[in-house]
């Protein structure tokens, strides 16, 4: 069975400094892997995902993460936050087993 | 905006009721999905229907059922309602066969609370 694990229920940045969200899971097979952002009172959107094509994904909004199987991990990162990046950030993990498990979510404070 | 649109936003129902909530997913989006988001957690997977027939489960009873109409809309109906189904219901549609590795599309949500 898959799982997934963010790692931090809540960051906090200051406005124009680096966002790191961390990600790890694991899959029997070749996983899928998605971030997704759910802005408050809006629907959930997705960010970017790794379906088995380069290991370094980009995102909408500047964001970007890296595939690394060695340590099952699917970090999120962003060079530079901004106030409108404020928001709840899900981990999600596929794979064959025709089931789809999203993370318990981490919660991202800008400060000006 | 995504295109996929759930009613209703709120629902009050008691222990025991049935509900049915109801999604219009984005046209030519051949699946759709389904999630219970519990408050303060991620969502779970509920669900998936491609074209009409229910390809995906996750882990949850038999009184949540669905169904997926031809004109890009579908229903969760549950059954016999607890305390713990108070959760806010998100359905999302793809345009691929399945959401496991397409881009999914989601609603704002059915918040339901059950007293």
């Known amino acids: 069975a898959q799982s997934v694990t963010q790692l931090d229920s809540h960051v906090s940045v200051s406005e124009g400094t680096p966002v790191l969200l961390r990600c790890n899971y694991s899959s029997s097979y070749s996983p899928s892997l998605f971030w997704y952002v759910q802005h408050p009172n809006k629907g959930l959107q997705l960010l970017l995902k790794?379906?088995?094509?380069?290991?370094l994904v980009k995102g909408i909004n500047g964001f970007e993460a890296e595939f690394k199987k060695s340590e099952t991990s699917f970090h999120l990162t962003k060079p530079s936050a901004h106030m409108s990046d404020a928001a709840e950030y899900f981990c999600?993990?596929?794979?064959?087993?025709?089931?789809?498990?999203f993370g318990a979510g981490t919660r991202l404070t800008v400060k000006p | 905006e995504t295109g996929v649109t759930q009613s209703p936003t709120h629902l009050i129902k008691t222990r025991g009721q049935q509900v049915t909530l109801r999604c219009s997913s984005q046209s030519g989006h051949n699946t759709v999905s389904w999630y219970q988001q519990a408050l303060g957690q991620g969502p779970q997977f509920i669900f998936q229907?491609?074209?009409?027939?229910?390809?995906g489960r996750g882990n949850f009873p038999p009184r949540f059922s669905g169904l997926q109409f031809p004109n890009y809309s579908s229903e969760l109906n549950v059954n016999a309602l607890e305390l713990d189904d108070s959760a806010l219901y998100l359905c999302?549609?793809?345009?691929?066969?399945?959401?496991?590795?397409?881009?999914?599309?989601f609603g704002p949500g059915t918040r339901l609370t059950v007293l």
């Open positions: 999302a549609s793809s345009p691929g066969t399945s959401a496991w590795t397409d881009t999914q599309y």
């Open positions: 999600v993990v596929s794979d064959n087993n025709n089931d789809m498990r």
């Open positions: 790794y379906t088995s094509a380069a290991t």
């Open positions: 229907y491609y074209r009409e027939e229910e390809n």
